[in-house]
């Protein structure tokens, strides 16, 4: 009877054991909702927040060179306004590692950086009588305007701009191009995250209380991690931008030719992604959420982070040419970028869809 | 003795998994009733949940949908252009996903960057295949924008004026009635014509869609209202300009058009101006102003492009429904087939079989549409008949993931011209064969009302 017993037991023991359900208890709940509001918080006052007010001033900034390009019109000043494009690139190019709200609702993302630039287009522009004052950009398709057509402007092909090359038309185009990124796009991009009728920002920070873009704030994570998030640029880069170019080995459709920026556009949307995982001005990210629940998560997501861009620096020719030449580091870059962009997708989604609960 | 054991032993296993079973709520119909494209079903409910594939694509075929992904994405520029030219020279957008937003609807204005409403244009008569009568000079579609140096066929203004309309309760909606009218049109029109609106709509299950057989569509129809519920549905028969010939229309908002290819391939010419081997001269060609454009024998659009767009199109997955169990949403479902949407709007059919993708094929899908031409009444009439889509025709917008519009927009717009800001106003302007079911809803009430519309947001 005793064996009898002991099998009721293992009965009683399976039955317990099997309807055990892996109740995470991780240290209290109270502080983890605390800690993904505070993340959330940080997330717009922290992060979204300052970097695009950085975008605010970097336009000014290019439009101040630019102007002062137009009237003035020296190498040096030329190459100021090109210094100029290439900050505000990049602090857009960061600001694309969270693609969500008003930069794709309202068209702030294709208006400014619509890929290729019409050429055809471009040219019969110039040979109009159109005033090319910055309100008849603002009327121009979406590849007649933002930093593409500026950058074929102020780089030329392959880089061969000079100030002399420039014709009183050109000059026109460049500023009033400038003109449109600030004041058409760029500074309503900013004023729509902090101010009504939208108050993204608020939106963001009230996700789960009341906000009308996200009901609940797992929401908002997997809006910020997957496809208009991290994960998204991740595979934009690794597997369509970088890609392409490299499997048609075909220098023609890549990002920012003119300006030899094409792999600095990519390297700076992958540390995008990565400020909004780690925070920005001392603000807390996500890591804080992943690190306070599972460190050997947070330090496997840290660690690919930390891969991938330092495999931008394997490639030390620009991409035009490293597509060719140097074929092994593209690919390694690009298959660190896959794993990074699986990791978010699959390992980062599950624990927030895991641990998240409000 | 052992066998005692082993009887106990058994016991225990068994009541330790039954005394673990939740009690499931399984539909009485034994589906699951979130997984509304079947196979072709995805857990996303994001801004990006029209744009994903159906799972277990091979690698290959991963990689075709993701090409046809980045060409429906991508822009395209006037030629000559060494990429992506054939834009124009008279165009509506110069992407597909500049009007299909997110793989989503168009947003209702016309002539501009963001514009996803288009005009069809057509003059009293048919065509030699029983289709509109195009306009000398305009075809059968305005193109309101242009590349540089041409001049738009005509400017479309958009006016709204207000409608009230008061349930019987007392509450008050008020409805918008656009009034088209066009203007700055490149070439005067001699005669009357006809203008019809189209709101770019979702990209959802179109796969889907293309495999319900003819068969299934026409057992939809009630030709004599034998039942007596004021619905009949009448199939849509095509020119279809690529096979030449008729067949019956699935596609576009009047059912005017048999297949995703042409579909695609239409859309490419006459909102792009892009030419392909399925539609190989442009929107333009012949009219005065284009004396400029190379006759049209070369296809702008590579036809292996054309071909990923379509495989893009035809694999992308239908999202889950959402709050299915919930009781609010459950006692809506009862309402709108109580009240006879479901006349029209047909929850369930079955795909046709399909050996090359088995996702879509035979697949038990909620569409909520009997792909049929319904009388909608004469405040939605284009009063533009479409091959035999009557002036006051449409085809049943089908409406899984009509709810989350909303995050795939930014700001969701309904109908076929995108009128109604919300789903209760577009349910207010049915009429026609929906006019008792429009009726029946009024009647509802305001709980009722919101059950029924949390429904729909459900799908």
Known sequence: ?358 | MKKTYILIGIAGFVMAFSMCHKAADFPEIGYDERMSGGEATVLDESSKAFTLAISGLSARDARVHTIGDQIFDQTFVAPPSSIFAGLGPVYNNVSCVNCHRNDGEGIPTAGFSNAGLLFRISQPGTDAHGGPLAVPGYGGQLQDQAVLGTTPEATINIAYTDVPVTYPDGTVVTLRKPNYTLQNMYLPITGSYMLSPRLAPPMVGLGLLENVPEQTILSFVDAGDTNGDGITGKANYVYDVYTKKQEIGKFGLKANTPTLLTQIATAYQQDMGVTSYVQPVESAYGQQQMHGVAGGTQPELADSLLNFVLYYVKTLAVPARRDVTDADVKTGQLIFNQINCSGCHRPNMRTGVDVTLPQISNQRIQPFTDLLLHDMGDGLADNRPDFLATGNEWRTQPLWGIGLLQKTTGTAYYLHDGRARTLEEAILWHNGEAKKSKQAFMQLSSSERAKLLKFLGSL
Request: hydrophobic fraction near 40%.
């Open chain 1, 1 to 358: 009877m005793k064996n009898t017993i002991f099998i009721w037991a293992l009965g009683i023991a399976t039955i317990t054991s099997s309807c055990h359900k892996a109740t995470q208890s991780p240290g209290t709940t109270e502080s983890f909702a605390t800690l993904e509001q505070t993340v959330i918080s940080d997330f717009a006052n922290n992060t979204a927040l300052p970097q695009y007010a950085n975008m605010v001033s970097a336009a000014v900034a290019l439009n101040s060179a630019v102007t002062t390009l137009h009237s003035s019109t020296t190498d040096a000043n030329l190459q100021s306004a090109q210094a100029a494009w290439k900050t505000l690139r990049t602090a857009w190019e960061q600001c694309e590692g969270y693609l969500i709200g008003p930069v794709e609702a309202s068209d702030y993302d294709p208006n400014t950086d619509t890929w290729p630039t019409d050429k055809t287009q471009l040219d019969s522009l110039l040979a109009s009588n159109n005033a090319l004052q910055a309100a008849d950009i603002a009327a121009l398709p979406q590849s007649l305007r933002g930093y593409h057509p500026l950058e074929y402007m102020l780089f030329g092909v392959g880089g061969s701009r000079t100030a002399a090359s420039l014709t009183a038309k050109e000059k026109q185009y460049m500023v009033s191009l400038a003109a449109d990124m600030l004041n058409n796009n760029i500074q309503p991009l900013y004023q729509s995250w902090v101010s009504a009728p939208t108050n993204y920002a608020q939106q963001v920070i009230t996700a789960g209380n009341g906000s009308a873009a996200y009901a609940k704030k797992l929401d908002f994570f997997l809006d910020i991690t997957g496809d208009n998030g991290m994960a998204g640029i991740c595979g934009e880069v690794g597997s369509e931008k970088m890609y392409e170019p490299f499997i048609k080995k075909d220098s023609t459709i890549t990002e920012s030719p003119y300006s030899d920026n094409t792999l600095l556009d990519f390297k700076n949307n992958i540390i995008g992604a990565q400020n909004v995982y780690l925070g920005l001005n001392g603000g807390k990210g996500i890591k804080d959420l992943v690190a306070s629940q599972n460190k050997s998560l947070d330090n496997k997501i840290k660690a690919q982070f930390t891969a991938a861009i330092n495999a931008f620096d394997n490639i030390t020719q620009r991409y035009e040419l490293a597509i060719f030449n140097q074929r092994v580091q593209v690919q390694q870059l690009m298959d660190q970028l896959t794993a990074l962009k699986d990791i978010l997708e699959n390992d980062l989604t599950d624990f927030l869809k895991q641990y998240v609960k409000d």
